[in-house]
């Protein structure tokens, strides 16, 4: 009996590998795409610009993450609560939240993470993300021990975490890229290289696979996420490429299937050749901006930063460059920040030609100009067409007030490391985008102790003590005004000279479905599918 059900089954195996060999294999759905540039690094401690986000975002998940259409929802945490004075957050990770090696996702493994991020030793670069969190800027600044900070462990899936006072943003913070979750063993036992494809262990919906510098990203759907039956992607590639014009190229001829980043200009030339459907442009809660370096001459005088500020014509790099997709803008912090008015620069409602002759006015009484010393700027800005256009037209205004220009560049990644290193310049192009939408995600930049991101090192006794007042206030308007209040100051000053309220743009072929514009930009390939 044993030997005919076992030749029974043998013929049935047979039978049914011969018709299994005969159906066509399951098509693997890949992903491509256009990431507008090489990350600097995939350590979430360390990253700080989008393109980074991007990629890191798609391995690793938070407590909290934006959707599709830029809401804030249940990440790792399945739900929290909110103690009655607003300062201590209770969150409940999701009991099937697990690493890619299998390992279950606790609360101890976001306590690791961001100690880590904000031990004065790992100096990473956005610890000021987490200041909100108790002690956490007196373990930052080396006045408080790492096990201090207010955040703990009450059971392997719950996690406390305690503020310094109300933080009405704080589940925003907690979707940002330097608050996501480490798995410690993993750090522990790479090190700097936990990193490296076959190092990474991660908890996002997919997985690091590959990591040809220059060249490519790739990551693999995770089978360990929780919500891996909800992910459509088996495989998303990223391409590093800065050049806009060779991304439209491969998007056109089907080689990428979402590009970051287009020539603005083009804009209308692009709707026709590709459709309006393929076109995705959106206003963002983002401005772009140059910076000066205040550590040195004639950059130190706020009379040569006016004078530069308000020759720049943000009409005509608005509508001749942008194609009215980013729209003027004379403040630092955008608007749409719920009970804020930005503090706008007072030559905003000057004609164009009258803020010219008042600049070189000021860069006469300055000693730049007719009867003065030649003013030379050095303008650098990171590799892309659209840059390249701005610094270009910026130039020629600049020039028109009577300044000798020169212009350089770098890639993404060499362009801000550069800047948050600490290297001189004369003028830098930057740009911000909000991780929360509270203006103290903008105003912060300028405070002096903030090396990492002011960038021009700028420095004004009044307008610290006005922000660090504005972290004691809990009446919502008040806060408000007082944060305005320093903007006022900002705007005066002009350490940076703000261009344009920035819009994103991106090229999504039709039979990428999930992708919604949204004011934050953020667009996890877990929300996306190819049909």
Known sequence: MTRIVLARGIAAALLAGTVLSALPAAAETVLRRGNGGEPQTLDQAHISIDIEGFVVRDLFEGLTVYDNKGEVIPGVAESWTLSDDGTVYTFKLRENAKWSDGSPVVADDFVFAWRRLLDPKEAAEYATILYPVKNAEAINTGKAAVDTLGVKAVAPKTLEVTLERPTPYFLQLATHYAALPVNPANVQKFGAEFTKPGNMVSNGAFKLTEYVANDHITAVKNPEYWDAASVKIDKVIYNPSEDMAATER????????????????????????????QIKVAPNLATYYYVFDTRKPPFDDVRVRQALSMAVDRDFLSEKIFTNSYLPSYAFVPPGMEGYTPAEADFASMDQLDREDKAKELLKEAGFGEGGKPLKVDIRYNTSENHKKVATAVADMWK???????????????????LQEGGAFDVARAGWSADYADPENFLNLLVSSNTAFNYGHWKNDEFDALMKKSYEIRDPAERMKVMAEAEAIYAREQPTTPFLNNGSLWLVNRKVKGFENNAVNEHLTKYLSVE
Do not use: R
């Not at 970051?260 to 309006?276: R, S, T, V």
């Open 250 to 277: 491969m998007f056109e001829a089907g080689e990428l299937d979402v590009v970051y980043q287009f020539q603005a200009d083009q804009l209308d030339f692009l709707k026709g050749k590709l459709g309006e459907d």
């Open 400 to 418: 028109a007030i009577g300044v000798e220009v020169t212009m350089q560049n770098l890639d993404v990644k060499s362009h801000y490391a550069y």
